[in-house]
């Protein structure tokens, strides 16, 4: 009922930039809370920055300052600008949201992930 759809990876060198972006498909009702999980080979997914329903954001220490995730609910879209790339933001990136979508008639509430987009950073 439910889809995230993500965008916006690829290979970059050190320092520079990329830009990623998730859009939610589906019955949706509204969106809460949105965030970008990021799992290197080896490691566990962590949380890298999380964005709720009215803009507030928390970020990862290891991104403070360098990512930065918004999002336009009218497109009910996530974004996760990363600049001054390190080779240890390299990792798939995944988006996450917590959404109320109709199933039926009835509103039901879900989490959702998408399938993920490789960031690689190197030179």
């Known amino acids: 009922q439910v889809q995230l759809v993500e965008s916006g990876g690829g290979l970059v060198q050190p320092g520079g930039s990329l830009r990623l972006s998730c859009a939610a498909s589906?019955?949706?009702?509204?969106?809460?809370?949105m965030a970008w999980y990021r799992q290197a080979p080896g490691k566990q997914r962590e949380l890298v920055a999380v964005i709720t329903s009215n803009g507030r954001t928390s970020d990862a220490d290891s991104v403070k300052g360098r990512f930065t995730i918004s999002r336009d609910n009218t497109k009910k879209t996530v974004y996760l600008q990363m600049n001054s790339l390190k080779p240890e933001d390299t990792a798939v990136y995944y988006c996450?949201?917590?959404?109320?979508?109709?199933?039926?008639?009835?509103?039901?509430?879900?989490?959702?992930w998408g399938q993920g987009t490789q960031v690689t950073v190197s030179s």
């Open positions: 996450n949201a917590v959404v109320e979508y109709w199933r039926g008639r009835v509103l039901t509430s879900g989490e959702y």
């Open positions: 589906g019955s949706i009702g509204s969106i809460n809370d």
